[in-house]
């Protein structure tokens, strides 16, 4: 059964955190995505994954795990509704670079959330995304851990990022606006994304089964930790990423517990 209060208790807020607001929604984003890893561990060991919202709630909270889009926006959605905010469900594209093109209808979900008389795009599910609240009006803005930009027309908007083309370790390179998602206005509810979620995770060459990985964010100022197959990287605030090389499954083990509280044997 649903409860925000064990929810809160798993992303460390209080149970008594106030009224519904753009302080608080903030607040919220901010500790599910410190607590909270977006993960693959069930897909690429053909667990199977599920779009409701009970099973993503029972993973994330009681399982103490983390997921993809579908189960963290699921679920980080439906706590926001109980403590009280106007939450939609939207359908997003995700850029294909190597195409240079957006990709189908459903391939990622995001949250609009209704809060101070004004609608916020949320996502706690789309990796190194932007780690607070964005208006939903065009413009560009100061974000963590990096600038973004809203371009609104009619109902959908599309979310660019000032990337950085810098790799690991080198000195810093120019950066280019890059385009992330094209997201429509229009609420939808979960089962929209099931049969997505299933091709995602039974497609033959897809990186979801193919290539482990957790991440997550480690403060507001923009630090990450992002564990691979072969790599750990981090990053201190929006500076250069480290790397180090993982040369074993025991090594991944152990760092996928010490930096994310996974117990790899118990996903498999």
């Known amino acids: 059964m649903f409860s925000a209060e064990r929810y809160l208790a798993r992303i460390g807020l209080d149970a008594q955190i106030g009224p519904p607001s753009v302080d608080l929604l903030a607040a919220l984003q901010l500790a599910h995505l410190i607590r909270v890893p977006f993960e693959n561990l069930h897909a690429f060991h053909h667990r199977g994954v599920r779009t409701d919202v009970e099973w993503s709630y029972a993973k994330v909270v009681e399982q103490q795990r983390g ?17 009280g905010f106007a939450v939609d469900y939207a359908s997003c594209r995700v850029w294909e670079a190597d195409l240079a093109d957006w990709g189908p209808r459903h391939d990622h979900l995001g949250l609009i959330v209704h809060a101070d008389g004004a609608r916020w795009f949320v996502d706690v599910g789309f990796g190194d995304c932007c780690i607070h609240p964005l208006l939903v009006e065009s413009g560009e803005r100061v974000a963590v851990p990096r ?14 990022e000032l990337m950085s083309a810098g790799s690991a370790g080198s000195a810093p390179a120019p950066s280019e606006w890059e385009p992330q998602l094209h997201v429509a206005l229009q609420p939808v509810s979960m089962p929209v994304f099931e049969r997505r979620s299933t091709f995602l995770q039974t497609q033959p060459g897809l990186s979801w089964t193919e290539k482990a990985f957790a991440t997550r964010a480690l403060d507001a100022t923009g630090s990450r930790v992002t564990l691979r197959m072969d790599v750990l990287r981090s990053r201190d605030g929006t500076g250069a990423w480290t790397e180090s090389a993982v040369s074993s499954s ?4 152990s760092l996928l517990m010490q930096h994310f509280g996974i117990d790899d044997g118990n996903v498999r």
């Not at 600038?147 to 660019?160: E, I, P, S, V």
């Open 250 to 253: 025991e090594e991944w083990s």
């Open 67 to 83: 997921g993809w889009c579908f189960e963290l926006n699921g679920a980080f959605g439906a706590l926001l509704r109980r403590l």
């Open 147 to 160: 600038a973004a930009r809203l371009d609104l027309g009619g109902a959908a908007f599309t979310l660019t």
